[in-house]
T-cell receptor, first 112, second 116 residues
Framework: KQEVTQIPAALSVPEGENLVLNCSFTDSAIYNLQWFRQDPGKGLTSLLLIQSSQREQTSGRLNASLDKSSGRSTLYIAASQPGDSATYLCAVKTGANSKLTFGKGITLSVRP | GAGVSQSPSNKVTEKGKDVELRCDPISGHTALYWYRQSLGQGLEFLIYFQGNSAPDKSGLPSDRFSAERTGGSVSTLTIQRTQQEDSAVYLC??????????????FGNGTRLTVT
């Protein structure tokens, strides 16, 4: 059974700091891994999707890496801004026609 | 284009009543998922549709929960004889295809269900 862990549950940083959010998963046989952002009272917005054959993906100030063999992914946020404050969730898909298994998320607060 | 639409956005019901939650996926998306999110908890998978069939309904917590999808589009999640522990945000998501690694999930804003 796939399990996804995100630690810590919450993080507070000053504006401008570069930061790394961690995600670990127990079954390395994955199809893809996705990072999502969730704002309060809203649904999830997909940020980055890393295919099983890829090592990283970049979008603007965001960079996500994937190390399947160690069961880890990181989301790097450069030059953080108060608008980046949200909950960031990691999810893995383990089969072609399967569900995504989510971590519980990391709630990020960027202080002005 | 339009995103995933869920209705109602909020639903308050009395314990023991039945409720229906609706999801309109993005047009052309063949795969549809239902999840629920309780306060302080992660997203709990409920059911997955590919077209009108549900190859994985392993997450439905009891036989009070059922879901259907018609015309490969709209889906309804029905909860019978609601209990207080059913209170949560119910999220629907759709994606263009499965078996393709590059298809991200698109979520609706959810239905917040409160059972009193």
């Amino acid at each position: 059974k796939q399990e996804v862990t995100q630690i810590p549950a919450a993080l507070s940083v000053p504006e401008g700091e570069n930061l790394v959010l961690n995600c670990s998963f127990t079954d390395s046989a994955i199809y893809n891994l996705q990072w999502f952002r969730q704002d309060p009272g809203k649904g999830l917005t997909s940020l980055l999707l890393i295919q099983s054959s890829q090592r990283e993906q970049t979008s603007g100030r965001l960079n996500a890496s994937l190390d399947k063999s160690s069961g880890r992914s990181t989301l790097y946020i450069a030059a953080s801004q108060p608008g980046d404050s949200a909950t960031y969730l990691c999810a893995v898909k383990t089969g072609a026609n399967s569900k995504l298994t989510f971590g519980k998320g990391i709630t990020l607060s960027v202080r002005p | 284009g339009a995103g995933v639409s869920q209705s109602p956005s909020n639903k308050v019901t009395e314990k023991g009543k039945d409720v229906e939650l609706r999801c309109d996926p993005i047009s052309g998306h063949t795969a549809l998922y239902w999840y629920r999110q309780s306060l302080g908890q992660g997203l709990e998978f409920l059911i997955y549709f590919q077209g009108n069939s549900a190859p994985d309904k392993s997450g439905l917590p009891s036989d009070r929960f059922s879901a259907e999808r018609t015309g490969g589009s709209v889906s309804t999640l029905t909860i019978q004889r609601t209990q207080q522990e059913d209170s949560a945000v119910y999220l629907c998501a759709s994606t263009a295809a499965t078996g393709l690694d590059s298809s991200p999930l698109h979520f609706g804003n959810g239905t917040r269900l409160t059972v009193t």
